[in-house]
């Protein structure tokens, strides 16, 4: 039976690509926006490209915060992808004002002045050494925000684009990621593939 994993619709997210990339890994894919759903899945990803503001309002709108907290605090099976690592922080700099999902305790600010944002293209990916998921290698970017440190209980990986930042971290079958593993060619592919093995193992309802 292939594992099925529910990815939720942000309204700022290239569904397409991650779907696509999912799909090629051998998983089964549910898009969704219902809360129900996300309380029962047993895989689950946040992807996002575009505004902080606006993805936490649709987050909002459809009553999905509490979903996605219950099942990271439960520490099943998640995966968030750029913005959707970004929406895991209790803020943005981008959205003064608007709380984040709060589940790490890293807030999410702009590069510094003097660089190119966004950061386009590829950058190495450096974990650190209590790292499972995440290995060294190449990533594809598309950010002028991040975070500078690795949140309180997760195990990271770093970025350099001026100064370090933080690309990923992770957390037994959770994994953030700020760059982009489904455009990150056969290294993101074995990154994806290592995440959806690392989930097999935890027992959950199926969505």
Same mark, same amino acid.
């Given at each position: 039976?292939?594992?099925?994993?529910?990815?939720?619709?942000?309204?700022?997210? %290239?569904?397409?690509?991650?779907?696509?990339?999912?799909?090629?890994?051998?998983?089964?894919?549910?898009?969704?926006?219902?809360?129900?759903?996300?309380?029962?899945?047993?895989?689950?990803?946040?992807?996002?490209?575009?505004?902080?503001?606006?993805?936490?309002?649709?987050?909002?709108?459809?009553?999905?915060?509490?979903?996605?907290?219950? @099942?990271?605090?439960?520490?099943?099976?998640?995966?968030?992808?750029?913005?959707?690592?970004?929406?895991?922080?209790?803020?943005?700099?981008?959205?003064?004002?608007?709380?984040?999902?709060?589940?790490?305790?890293?807030?999410?600010?702009?590069?510094?002045?003097?660089?190119?944002?966004?950061?386009?293209?590829? %950058?190495?990916?450096?974990?650190?050494?209590?790292?499972?998921?995440?290995?060294?290698?190449?990533?594809?970017?598309?950010?002028?925000?991040?975070?500078?440190?690795?949140?309180?209980?997760?195990?990271?990986?770093?970025?350099? @684009?001026?100064?370090?930042?933080?690309?990923?971290?992770?957390?037994?079958?959770?994994?953030?990621?700020?760059? @982009?593993?489904?455009?990150?060619?056969?290294?993101?592919?074995?990154?994806?593939?290592?995440?959806?093995?690392?989930?097999?193992?935890?027992?959950?309802?199926?969505?």
């Amino acid at each position: 039976m292939m594992p099925e994993v529910c990815v939720i619709r942000t309204g700022s997210a %290239n569904l397409a690509s991650v779907v696509a990339a999912l799909r090629r890994i051998g998983a089964s894919v549910r898009i969704t926006t219902d809360p129900d759903v996300v309380r029962g899945a047993e895989r689950l990803v946040l992807p996002g490209v575009g505004a902080f503001g606006a993805a936490m309002d649709r987050l909002h709108r459809d009553a999905l915060v509490p979903a996605i907290r219950e @099942h990271v605090n439960a520490e099943r099976p998640f995966l968030a992808i750029c913005l959707g690592l970004q929406l895991l922080g209790p803020s943005s700099e981008e959205a003064p004002g608007v709380a984040g999902l709060g589940l790490v305790d890293t807030p999410v600010t702009r590069f510094q002045d003097g660089l190119i944002v966004p950061q386009l293209g590829w %950058n190495l990916v450096e974990p650190s050494p209590g790292c499972r998921l995440l290995q060294r290698g190449h990533a594809y970017y598309a950010n002028s925000y991040r975070m500078l440190t690795v949140p309180s209980g997760w195990q990271g990986a770093v970025s350099v @684009h001026g100064a370090p930042f933080v690309a990923a971290f992770e957390k037994g079958p959770m994994l953030a990621c700020q760059f @982009h593993p489904e455009l990150s060619g056969a290294w993101g592919k074995a990154l994806l593939e290592r995440w959806l093995a690392a989930s097999a193992d935890v027992g959950a309802v199926s969505c």
